[in-house]
C-alpha cells in the first residue's frame, strides 16, 4: 500500500449512493484515480441503513453493490479498505456502556455478514471496524475496545482468507493525541502483525478542514514550513 484516496459521500450516504449529490462510483472513476498514482481506495460503507431492524440482515443488493465497487478497485490491482462508517451514528455516538450490548449485537451481526460475503477475496481486502467513534475518557475507551474485539472475532471466525485478513481499528475519536493517551492496550487477535490502528490528524485545522475565513482564523491555502502563503500567520 502506498498513496490512497478515499470515495467520500458516496457508498456511507444512508439514503443511497448518490444522496449527497455525488455520481454513481464507476469503473471509469476508479481507473482515473489509479492513473493519477494511488494504489489504494478506501470505500467508506453504510450497512445500518440497508439492513432489516427486526433480525439486522444486510439487503443482498447492497452487499452486491459493494462487491462491485470492490471489483472497481482489484480490476486496477489496487488495495481496497471497507468499514463501518457513520451510518447514522449507531456507533459512533453510541461508545457508551448503556448501548454496549446494544451496538455489540449490531457490530457482531453485520461483521459476519460482511466478513463471510468477501471472504474470498485476497489480502488486498482490508476491513476497518468503524470510522470516527467518539471517546473522550477512559470508560468510553474500555467500551470501544469491546467494539472493536466483536469486530476481530466475527471475522477471524468467518473462515476464508479472513483467518489471515489485516484488519484496522480506530483510536477514540481518531485523534492521535487522545489515542496517545488513552488507546493503552489492544484488543486480542489470533493473528500477530496484522492489526492495525487509525487516526484522522485535522491539524491544523485551517488547513484541513475550513472552507472560508471565520472570526477566530483563516482559511490557509497552503500548509508547512516552506509553503505559508504571505496571508497566513
Known sequence: MT??????????????????????????LIDSVKNAGFNTVRIPCSWDSHANQTNLEID???????NEVIDYCYNN???????????????????????????NKKQQAYWTQIANYFKDYDEHLLFASANEPKVDNATQMSVLLSYHQTFIDAVRASGGNNSSRVLVIQGPSTDIDKTNKLMTTLPSDSLEDHLMVEIHYYTPWNFCGLEKDESWGKMFY????DFHSTNNT
Open 222 to 225: 497552503f500548509w508547512g514550513k
Open 77 to 103: 490491482q489496487m488495495y481496497v479498505i471497507i468499514n463501518v462508517h457513520w451510518d447514522g451514528g449507531w456507533l459512533e455516538n453510541n461508545v457508551t456502556a448503556a448501548m454496549q450490548d446494544a451496538v
Open 60 to 66: 443482498q443488493n447492497w452487499l452486491a453493490r459493494v
Open 3 to 28: 498513496f490512497g484516496w478515499n470515495i467520500g459521500n458516496s457508498l456511507e450516504v444512508p439514503g443511497g449512493e448518490t444522496g449527497w449529490g455525488n455520481p454513481v462510483v464507476s469503473q471509469i
